[in-house]
């Protein structure tokens, strides 16, 4: 036996909600079944009750209006059962039939042996009839057509036969019976109809949200899956070409004895070192592989620098790439030139939401130099202009925070 989890039944919630129509069908077919079951009950017995007291002046024409009306609601109640969804011309056939009924039936009575009878003239049909109409039309002016045909043709059939103020309640009173029924179960089907539309709406919430959620979780898997693979290649490259060309470029006996090739490798060491991501945010991007680029410069000169990433838009304008880019290896070639160390630090990551609009990027690069104090060197044309300027031409800022002996951090934002 396979073990149920919290996602199967969820699946099953689902599949119950969207089955909503479907029940709210099969509940307004019961109603209508049992409803009209129930009149037929109450008209059998009136016909009992009348022949008993042989009410009837025509016996050929009650018979022919009562198979009339009891054959049609047996081919109502087997269409109700077996169609979904019910033709329109069963409603219409339905008001018809009991109307004749109704309008036929007092001619084959004698009136006043008849009106001790509880329902004697088809008044349960005409109820019947109008829930039926209220319930599978769901229409308030189709429900108010059929209740009108049907009080019409009662009043009719009725006011030849009765007189004075009692006569006139006898005739209103099932009216009132019919339209007020009816009405209830047209409010009724239409709440439920209304439920079963938010229910649709709050089904389609769900799934799309559910859709989201499986798409953020495969980009994470995926992303997660891309890191390892990177992770395994950069060990790869680490126990390869990095040792032997961080060996080549060093100045013990494995050092190549030309300075320019040991510079080039030290270049290509600190390359390598930067493309590769070392935190499971560290994704590969134009601004990353831009940062990278940017050091190298540096490298050059013997400033060795340390990378981290994190989280990287990648859809940052070109502009600000390479306004990012170009202000961070300006910072760096100052550290080269003018810090008196060989260590630098570059970290850059979102500062925010990456699904914000525009992401906010933060990039920094820290040394542990011999630093300045800004109150009394001037900022040089590097910073004003290189860093600063070309940071304040795309929408960016850079901050300058230097104190002798500890060290320059350089902070470049986008946007500001």
Request: proline share 6%; aromatic share 4%.
């Amino acid at each position: 036996m396979g073990m149920r989890t919290e996602f199967d039944d969820d699946q099953d919630d689902t599949a119950g909600v969207v089955d909503l129509h479907r029940r709210i069908r099969g509940v307004v077919a019961a109603v209508v079944v049992l409803s009209r079951l129930a009149s037929l009950t109450m008209v059998a017995l009136s016909v009992i009750a009348a022949a008993q007291v042989h009410a009837y002046t025509s016996i050929g024409l009650a018979v022919a209006v009562y198979a009339s009306v009891g054959g049609w609601s047996a081919v109502l109640i087997l269409t109700v059962v077996r169609r979904d969804p019910i033709p329109g011309w069963v409603l219409v056939v339905d008001v018809a039939v009991t109307s004749a009924g109704v309008l036929a039936l007092p001619l084959a009575v004698d009136n006043p042996v008849f009106a001790p009878l509880a329902s004697p003239y088809l008044e349960p049909i005409t109820v019947g009839v109008a829930v039926a109409v209220a319930l599978i039309s769901g229409s308030a002016r189709l429900t108010a057509l059929g209740c009108a045909v049907l009080a019409v043709t009662y009043a009719v059939g009725q006011a030849p036969h009765v007189s004075g103020a009692s006569g006139v309640v006898s005739i209103v009173t099932p009216i009132a019976w019919q339209v007020g029924t009816s009405a209830c179960c047209y409010v009724f089907v239409q709440r439920l109809r209304q439920v079963a539309v938010q229910v649709d709406v709050a089904t389609a919430r769900v799934i799309a949200d559910r859709e989201r959620v499986a798409a953020a979780r495969a980009h994470t898997e995926e992303r997660a899956r891309q890191f390892r693979e990177q992770v395994r290649r950069y060990r790869a490259l680490h126990d390869g070409p990095l040792r032997i060309l961080t060996a080549v470029a060093g100045p013990g006996p494995a050092g190549h004895p030309d300075p320019e090739v040991r510079r080039q490798c030290a270049v290509s060491v600190n390359v390598l070192r930067g493309a590769t991501p070392d935190e499971s945010g560290g994704n590969l991007t134009d601004l990353s592989l831009a940062l990278v680029e940017a050091g190298a410069d540096s490298a050059a000169y013997g400033l060795r620098v340390e990378y981290h990433f994190a989280n990287l838009p990648e859809d940052l304008p070109p502009s600000v790439v390479d306004a990012l880019a170009k202000a961070s290896g300006e910072a760096l070639s100052n550290v080269a030139v003018h810090a008196g160390t060989t260590k630098a630090r570059l970290t850059a990551l979102s500062g925010g939401d990456r699904d914000s609009d525009p992401p906010a990027v933060t990039v920094a690069i820290v040394d542990q130099g011999k630093g300045f104090d800004p109150a009394v060197a001037e900022h040089g044309y590097g910073i004003r202009h290189s860093i600063i300027g070309r940071m304040a031409d795309v929408g960016g800022t850079a901050t300058v925070d230097s104190h002798p002996g500890e060290g320059t951090r350089i902070d470049l934002r986008w946007p500001a």
